[in-house]
């Protein structure tokens, strides 16, 4: 009952949140003028800007920024325990991730759908635009890289999601083409859709596939080759023929996949066994698991607050979004949904797993099932050691109203595979956005073509793939610093969002320097431990490079300070001309 609980206050908690805050924040405090167009209407080329439903832009925009973070993080978080873990993504999600997203979304909309790098340019100076751009583009080469590495595990975890994650492809496109070309009903079309989506489930669950080694290369480097070459022609196609109905469809994926899980929670409830075995604040906290101040707000990301949410605010999301009216539901929904799917993740990692699981000594259920995943810090595992307890849980809790446990588990394969999918398609377009915008603005013309900026994202990418061997997992060397440098985005575009609401309201900025603040010392204190941990341990690139982020960190925010306090109140007439 406890669970059941803690998750029904928490939904109520985001809807009054979405009616209060989030109203707030779009009517005074961004000052929403809903008859003026959006980019997406006056800069409509077919490609990237194309006018598009809420329903679908919301499904985008949410399957984008959300991909395997939400999983993933929490599952190791809750380490220090599920209090300290519930409290971040409940708050943090309000107030924090929220307020980046939707600021995000409002100043790249005021901008003609322009990316952060780019608007920094126009409301701090040049030499900021830059250092966005290097940590931007680093991120994303990264993000490309590993989910290239996740999606492969995943494969080889759950080889029965291999057919259903491939088989969307058709489907979307078919779904793309029957709504933009046919003027099909869109609910009808999704309802087929999402019923062929189950069907390539259900044949997957019986016709798993495994990938050989071929010519040398491992099955890990085959799928991160195939799936590079996928996104290469994806991410260059415009979005209504595969990125914006694939988003879509697994949209729906994650809304079933969630009720699914609220319904376990339910039935569990009902005929007992779901309890918390997680200790509420850890006190015994495993050898090597780092301190919770920072590092949980640094793993805890997305569901509570992601850097690399600003880039899908002021990349793909602006360019589709037909009304301002919109924007607060895709940008600031879109967060409060991520964090009750974060919340969902806690539940199975702290309860549903304590239901119990098979292992080679025998059936353990309650602290020992617990205990069994945590009792070693979680975040030292592979790839499959982070996902288990989740996995498990939610089939767990699945299994109590009837779902076959096996079952349970492909449909978490394939929603994870999938969702790292669509991140995977968003941040490769992203990374084209990027590059075509500094190409322009250093007459670089070659780079300014979809197919060349888009060939040089995935070049980029497949180099630092494959430098380490043919296994494509190179990118895992640098994968360390991406907690810090992703929360480390977020803090920049909290920064520049400040600045730009200094201009336009007397106090209103406050909503988002407090948040800044707050990820500029948490940032900056888990560079510090890095730096001396890769330090001590004669990591030195990565010790160089923890260095460098925490010298263009201060060189920022100097730079920014400056900016801040130069920038003076002019609410009335100029502040309501900016609208949006």
């Not at 607060?328 to 964090?339: A, H, I, P, Q, R």
């Not at 322009?440 to 070659?446: M, S």
């Amino acid at each position: 009952m406890d669970v059941l609980i803690l998750l029904i206050v928490c939904s109520a908690g985001y809807v009054i949140a979405y009616n209060t805050y989030g109203k707030f924040l779009a009517n005074k405090i961004f000052r929403l003028d809903y008859n003026k167009q959006t980019p997406s209407v006056t800069l409509e080329d077919g490609t990237d800007f194309v006018p598009t439903k809420k329903a679908i832009i919301f499904g985008h925009h949410f399957t984008s920024i959300a991909g395997t973070g939400p999983i993933v993080g929490p599952a190791i978080g809750v380490i220090w325990g599920w209090l300290p873990a519930v409290l971040w993504v409940f708050l943090g999600s309000i107030f924090m991730g929220a307020v980046h997203d939707f600021g995000s979304l409002i100043i790249s909309m005021r901008n003609e759908g322009k990316s952060l790098s780019e608007i920094a340019a126009r409301y701090i100076n040049p030499r900021v635009r830059m250092i966005f751009f290097l940590i931007v583009f680093v991120t994303l080469l990264l993000v490309i890289s590993v989910f290239g590495v996740v999606i492969a595990a995943v494969f080889t975890q759950f080889p029965n999601s291999v057919i259903p994650v491939w088989a969307q492809i058709p489907i979307s496109i078919w779904l793309g083409r029957m709504v933009y070309k046919r003027g099909f009903s869109v609910p009808l079309a999704t309802i087929i859709a999402v019923i062929l989506m189950y069907v390539s489930i259900t044949i997957g669950g019986f016709v798993p596939v495994t990938m050989p080694a071929i010519a040398g290369i491992p099955a890990s480097g085959i799928w991160t080759i195939l799936l590079l070459i996928y996104v290469f022609i994806a991410s260059a196609l415009p979005v209504t023929v595969l990125l914006q109905p694939r988003d879509y469809i697994n949209a729906w994926q994650l809304f079933i996949a969630m009720g699914m899980l609220m319904l376990g929670v339910i039935a569990s409830t009902i005929f007992g066994g779901l309890n918390i075995a997680a200790p509420a604040v850890n006190q015994n906290l495993p050898a090597g698991t780092p301190p919770i101040w920072p590092f949980m707000f640094v793993i805890i990301a997305c569901g509570a607050i992601s850097g690399f949410h600003s880039l899908v605010a002021s990349g793909t999301s602006p360019k589709q979004i037909s009304m301002k009216k919109d924007a607060l539901f895709v940008g600031y929904g879109s967060m409060l949904l991520e964090g009750l799917l974060g919340l969902l993740v806690i539940v199975c990692a702290v309860a549903g797993i304590a239901m119990g699981f098979e292992t080679e000594s025998g059936l353990l259920t309650g602290t020992d099932a617990w205990n069994n995943y945590y009792g070693t810090y979680l975040g030292a595992s592979g790839l499959s050691g982070k996902l288990a307890p989740v996995v498990n849980g939610a089939a767990n809790m699945m299994n109590s109203f009837g779902l076959p446990h096996t079952l349970g588990v492909t449909l978490m394969g394939v929603f994870i595979a999938s969702f790292a999918g669509t991140t995977l398609d968003t941040s490769v377009r992203l990374q084209r956005y990027i590059i075509t915008e500094l190409a322009g603005d250093f007459k670089i013309k070659p780079l300014t073509n979809i197919w060349v900026a888009t060939s040089f994202a995935v070049i980029t990418a497949a180099l630092l793939s494959f430098s380490n061997g043919t296994g494509g997992t190179g990118a895992m060397t640098l994968w360390p610093l991406f907690g810090s440098a992703n929360q480390l985005l977020a803090s920049f575009a909290l920064l520049l969002i400040t600045i730009y609401l200094k201009k336009r309201t007397r106090l209103g900025w406050l909503c988002t320097a407090i948040p800044c603040l707050i990820m500029l010392t948490i940032t900056n204190w888990a560079q510090v431990d890095n730096f001396r941990k890769f330090n001590s341990d004669n990591k030195i690139f990565l010790a160089g490079i923890s260095a460098s982020l925490l010298i263009l960190t201060a060189w920022v925010f100097i730079e920014s300070l400056v900016v801040f306090f130069k920038t003076k109140n002019t609410e009335s007439a100029a502040a309501k001309s900016a609208g949006a």
